[in-house]
């Protein structure tokens, strides 16, 4: 089972924003919101190990036929800083070669404080706690 890392308040991470998370013994993660929508890749280029969180995010130009031209998916592809190479955050799968390059994704997802305060095999005197926010938690 893989352990569960709170990252932070989801409006600490605005849509189009990332945040750089430590996950373990020296793992960084960043995470990403995409609308709403959060994502998690490891923070290392597979290429030469550039941090992609330094990466610029982008989108895709594609053509179904010449001289015909459309921007698609804007801020889901990221750019490793050092070389350029292309990731889907989604996937973590390269542009170039996504069937044997990728960079490792992990689940991310949003849940209540509260539900998290109901984590754990202990049992403890507990008082009563109002928690109002919802948090990004990372699988790694």
């Known amino acids: 089972m893989a352990a569960r890392y709170v990252v932070a308040p989801v409006a600490e991470i605005p849509p189009g924003g990332r945040k750089v998370v430590e996950a373990g013994a020296g793992r960084r993660i960043v995470v990403f919101n995409l609308e709403g929508e959060f994502f998690a890749l490891l923070d290392r280029c597979p290429h030469q190990g550039g941090r992609l ?3 610029k995010l982008c989108g895709l130009v594609e053509s179904d036929e010449p001289g015909v031209f459309h921007y698609d998916r804007k801020g889901e592809i990221l750019r490793c800083p050092w070389h350029q190479w ?3 955050i989604r996937t ?8 044997r390059t990728r960079t490792r994704a992990f689940p991310a997802h949003v849940e209540s404080g509260a539900a998290l305060t109901q984590e754990g ?3 403890l005197e507990t008082f009563p706690v ?4 919802d948090y990004v938690v990372v699988e790694a």
């Open 53 to 55: 969180s330094g990466g």
């Open 92 to 99: 973590g799968k390269s542009r170039h070669d996504p069937n």
């Open 130 to 133: 109002r928690v109002e926010e």
């Open 121 to 123: 095999p202990y049992v």
């Open 86 to 88: 292309e990731f889907d």
